[in-house]
């Protein structure tokens, strides 16, 4: 089965992609969503992630709350570090069986989705990387547009992650979507028929 990486910074339109993707039937798992259920209360992983940033990151039910924990964890690059290393090696894990099942099911493709999977050296585990491009300040806009933060929590985030031309040069696929959506759209139609082809005659 052929792993593809899909990846890109804050808010660059990664999960614009995976959905059109995902519509065509390509398996996707999203690494944002499966690291939400490791904040859940009474997990192993919450528990480490309050240990490392204080009770002030908790729900009053025990979930940890994510935008709290943003905020800490972006603060500086030491923080990011140890957030990085409580939940990525579960968050790994967890991507690494259910590829493990769509692979014995007999998918012969599926897309991982993932924002910060080169930073973590990730890059390897993939038999192709898609970079998902679009300018700094779409992102930033876009980020405070979903009202996600502040535009200085927004530049704390970008801060934590590599820079497009860094990411671009792991890639083997790059979506620009900085222009109108038609114009992405055509491009995801385009990859997908290049990742089809390569998994048909895999």
């Not at 290393?85 to 989705?113: N, T």
Request: proline share 4%.
């Amino acid at each position: 089965m052929w792993r593809v990486l899909l990846t890109g910074g804050l808010c660059s339109g990664k999960s614009t992609v995976a959905g059109w993707l995902g519509a065509m039937g390509v398996p996707v798992l999203d690494a944002d969503a499966i690291g939400h259920e490791f904040l859940a209360a009474g997990t192993p992983t919450a528990a480490a992630l309050v240990n490392a940033f204080g009770p002030a990151i908790l729900e009053s039910d025990g979930a940890v709350n994510r935008a709290a924990l943003a905020r800490l964890a972006f603060a500086d690059p030491a923080a990011t570090r140890v957030l990085n290393a409580v939940l990525h090696p579960p968050i790994q894990a967890e991507i690494d069986r259910r590829l493990a099942e769509l692979e014995k099911a007999g998918q012969p493709l599926a897309v991982v989705e993932a924002a910060v999977a080169l930073e973590a050296g990730s890059a390897r585990r993939y038999d192709r990387v898609v970079v998902v491009t679009c300018d700094r300040e779409q992102k930033i806009q876009r980020f405070l547009a979903r009202g996600r933060g502040t535009r200085a929590e927004a530049e704390a985030r970008l801060a934590a992650q590599w820079p497009d031309k860094q990411k671009a040069r792991h890639a083997d696929f790059i979506i620009d979507n900085s222009g109108p959506l038609e114009a992405t759209r055509h491009q995801v139609r385009d990859l997908f028929s290049e990742l089809r082809s390569l998994a048909v005659g895999h």
